[in-house]
């Protein structure tokens, strides 16, 4: 199954999380693969490392692309991607994933860092390999939407962000 978590609203990692958390009570293993997110240590990294062997994050991005504090060249974060895509192929061919989470994915697909080719040739590939594929991230383009099985979008209504409160410790990392 391809289930899709987008949109502009709080939340889509922690719906992706949310499912391995009940993916592994159930004895299914997970492994969560992050695009963009960088290499400092976030409250899942460290929960994470409670189910041992079920549940594995690893972080591939390089950091937050185009930003003000990215000193990077986009080359860089290009190559990140594909290598991200690449590892995620390579793990499921092993069997011993029963769910895949793309983290961020849909950033890197809008932010041209990988192709809609990519995106989609990787979408045939895994299917046949996993029980189910979950890709997350804001901007998931309407042919992937069409694609998916469950879809659902995040809908910002309110958020302390907007009126200049910082990322908050235990909700947002």
């Keep these: 199954m391809l289930i899709v978590f987008t949109g502009n609203g709080k939340g889509?990692?922690?719906?992706?999380?949310?499912?391995a958390l009940r993916a592994i009570g159930n004895g299914a293993r997970v492994l969560m693969v992050q695009f963009i997110k960088g290499?400092?240590?976030?409250?899942?990294?460290?929960?994470s490392k409670t189910f041992g062997e079920n549940f594995k994050i690893v972080k591939m991005g390089r950091g937050f692309v185009g930003t003000p504090c990215d000193k990077l060249p986009r080359e860089e974060?290009?190559?990140?991607?594909?290598?991200?895509?690449?590892?995620?192929?390579?793990?499921?061919?092993?069997?011993?994933?029963?769910?895949?989470?793309?983290?961020?994915?849909?950033?890197a697909l809008s932010l041209n860092l990988l192709s809609h080719k990519e995106v989609?040739?990787?979408?045939?590939?895994?299917?046949?390999l996993l029980e189910h594929l979950i890709m997350t991230g804001r901007g998931?383009?309407?042919e992937f939407i069409k694609r998916a099985d469950l879809v659902t979008e995040m809908c910002e209504v309110k958020h302390?962000?907007?009126?200049?409160?910082?990322?908050?410790?235990?909700?947002?990392?």
Excluded: Y
Excluded at 12 to 19: E, P, R, Y
Excluded at 81 to 99: C, H, Q, V, Y
Excluded at 120 to 128: G, L, Q, R, T, W
């Design 140 to 142: 998931c383009t309407p």
């Design 39 to 47: 290499p400092w240590e976030s409250g899942e990294d460290k929960s």
């Design 12 to 19: 889509k990692t922690t719906a992706a999380i949310g499912q």
């Design 160 to 173: 302390p962000f907007a009126s200049g409160v910082k990322a908050a410790k235990n909700l947002e990392f």
């Design 77 to 107: 974060h290009v190559a990140a991607a594909r290598k991200a895509l690449a590892f995620s192929l390579e793990e499921i061919k092993t069997g011993k994933w029963d769910i895949l989470i793309l983290d961020e994915v849909w950033v």
């Design 120 to 128: 989609s040739d990787f979408i045939h590939m895994a299917n046949p």
